[in-house]
């Protein structure tokens, strides 16, 4: 009798709960903010600050993952909870692109472009600057524990 091939990790049940329970945490924070917080001058900035802090968390909380091992174990559960799940609904590319086009149609062709240029830009930097960040804190941790010994 042949060796059963493990199932890829996306198809594990434990893995497909991690991320649906990340997912509806994600959802319902961006949908509370996204309800708090008006639109400025008619431009939804809470869908800007929730994709740049979203891109931001994610840089590093993949950079801080990677620096400390493989992705297997817990890391990988964190992976999919935080990373996948909750960022995951928490960000809103959709809706960007909704709001974006609701610029458009509200005949403000500049306001739409520098929305879309704005967030996809700035969301690259902050992810950047996750990365950076969580790097730093690496580095800053293995010199105290060089230190220590």
Do not use: K
Request: aromatic content about 8%; cysteine-free.
């Amino acid at each position: 009798m042949p060796a059963r091939t493990p199932l890829p990790v996306h198809l594990h049940w434990r893995s497909v709960l991690l991320v649906f329970v990340g997912g509806a945490i994600g959802t319902t924070v961006r949908y509370l903010l996204s309800a708090a917080v008006p639109t400025v001058a008619g431009i939804p900035l809470i869908t800007l600050v929730i994709n740049v802090t979203g891109a931001f968390v994610l840089g590093w909380l993949l950079e801080a993952l990677a620096l400390r091992g493989p992705d297997a174990g817990r890391r990988r559960d964190l992976r999919l909870f935080a990373g996948t799940g909750i960022l995951g609904g928490y960000t809103t590319y959709s809706s960007f692109a909704v709001d974006t086009d609701g610029l458009f149609a509200a005949h403000n062709p500049g306001g739409g472009i520098g929305y879309a240029v704005a967030t996809i830009l700035i969301g690259a930097a902050a992810s950047v600057a996750g990365i950076a960040a969580a790097a730093a804190l690496g580095r800053r941790r293995a010199r105290r524990a060089g230190a220590g010994r």
